[in-house]
């Protein structure tokens, strides 16, 4: 084995460096500003609502959330600390549009808008969207959204960005949104966070420009649903960077029974139209498919899947990955399926599938070697074309 940094860690590395730049070159004023809307919680808080404290602050600064529920969408165009205390909620209502995607223009309303900037942490906070008063398809609904920015967010829970009844097959409710674009970047870690009752994305990362170091967080769909096709994670349209220890469950688009009468399948993992992307240690199941990677040079390496439904544990559409060291379990079409060429798929395991792994008659210069198979009554296989790519619903 090559002794070199992952992906993850190299992202990592580069990140910590421009912090350091960032302080060696920017001095920061250091000051404390204390946010609370109950004066028994905090009785020598200087703000009651968040958006005041971030408009009074300087780049640099800290701001404290006190426990409470805080009714109001921020915007923060400035290098910010944010941290809250367990219990602090932001629950805005009546929802507005405050930006539009930087792809189409589409409208967005987004409780937390981070824009133009570097260097915002927010950490501790939960993000609520169940009183969005977001009553149509438009504006696109979305928990925290960074554009042409840069930061961390880390231990937060975003939850219930959805639609309400008879909206549900609206391409709308994402918990965070991750986008460059005009020649800019954004580059953000997303680390040890919960999201969950989303409508259509947990988190999305799009856009050349975009890199997303994505880890350690527990996302999990609606479960089976016939309106809407749900992604746990994607990285797609460009956008590089790692998706890495996280624990993806329950995308299920339950209009897809059976391979021959799928129009559309749900993802626990996405890749789509991006290179270069490392989706390392997950564990991923119950979805149309665990792992989806729709793109060239990808490391697929050292996640577990399980419960895969019509279709397979991982998939690869693309050339020159590296899938190795994975532990699959219950696939349903097979365990790994591999359309392209000069991929590599070493060292996996694959317990209870109906074919072990899928290899596109076609495709060339693949290395497959050192599987094992379990309950598996055909280990490898080569099929007929059978693309997939062009049912997956990404977010965009």
Do not use: W
Request: charged residues 15%.
């Amino acid at each position: 084995m090559k002794a070199n940094f992952s992906t993850v860690s190299k992202i990592s590395l580069l990140f910590a460096l421009a912090l350091l730049l960032s302080c060696l070159v920017s001095p920061a004023s250091g000051a404390r500003l204390v946010v609370s809307n109950n004066k028994a919680e905090c009785p020598n808080a200087g703000f009651t609502r968040i958006q005041d404290a971030i408009n009074a602050a300087s780049p640099g600064d800290q701001i404290h959330i006190c426990k409470g529920t805080y009714v109001e969408q921020l915007s923060i165009p400035k290098a910010l600390d944010i941290d809250a205390d367990s219990g602090a909620v932001l629950m805005p209502n009546a929802m507005l549009q405050n930006t539009t995607s930087l792809f189409d223009g589409t409208p967005i309303a987004t409780a937390i808008l981070v824009a133009n900037t570097t260097g915002v942490s927010i950490s501790g906070l939960t993000v609520d969207g169940a009183n969005s008063g977001v009553s149509e398809c438009s504006p696109d609904l979305e928990g925290i959204t960074f554009q042409n920015a840069s930061g961390r967010v880390e231990r937060a829970a975003i939850r219930n960005f959805k639609l309400g009844a008879g909206l549900g097959g609206c391409q709308s409710g994402t918990g965070f949104f991750v986008q460059s674009g005009g020649g800019k970047v954004s580059r953000v870690e997303i680390e040890d966070c919960t999201i969950h009752d989303f409508q259509k994305n947990g988190i999305t990362a799009n856009e050349i420009g975009t890199t997303a170091i994505i880890r350690r967080n527990v996302v999990t769909g609606i479960g089976p649903t016939p309106a809407i096709a749900q992604n746990g994670i994607q990285i797609g349209f460009g956008a590089g960077g790692a998706i890495a220890k996280n624990v993806v469950t329950n995308n299920v688009y339950s209009a897809c029974s059976a391979v021959a009468a799928c129009t559309a399948v749900a993802t626990n993992i996405l890749v789509t139209q991006s290179d270069g992307v490392e989706v390392s240690g997950n564990r991923a199941g119950i979805s149309q498919v665990a792992i989806f990677v729709d793109g060239n040079g990808a490391a697929v390496e050292r996640n577990e899947t399980f419960a895969a439904s019509v279709f397979d544990g991982i998939r690869v559409e693309g050339n020159q990955a590296q899938v190795r060291r994975n532990r699959v379990f219950n696939g349903a079409e097979s365990g790994i399926f591999v359309m392209g060429n000069n991929n590599v798929l070493e060292d996996n395991v694959i317990t209870e599938a109906a074919i072990g792994i899928l290899k596109e008659t076609g495709s060339t210069g693949n290395v497959i070697a050192m599987n094992r198979f379990f309950d598996t009554p055909i280990a490898v296989q080569d099929p007929g074309p059978a693309r997939l790519a062009k049912m997956i619903q990404p977010q965009r």
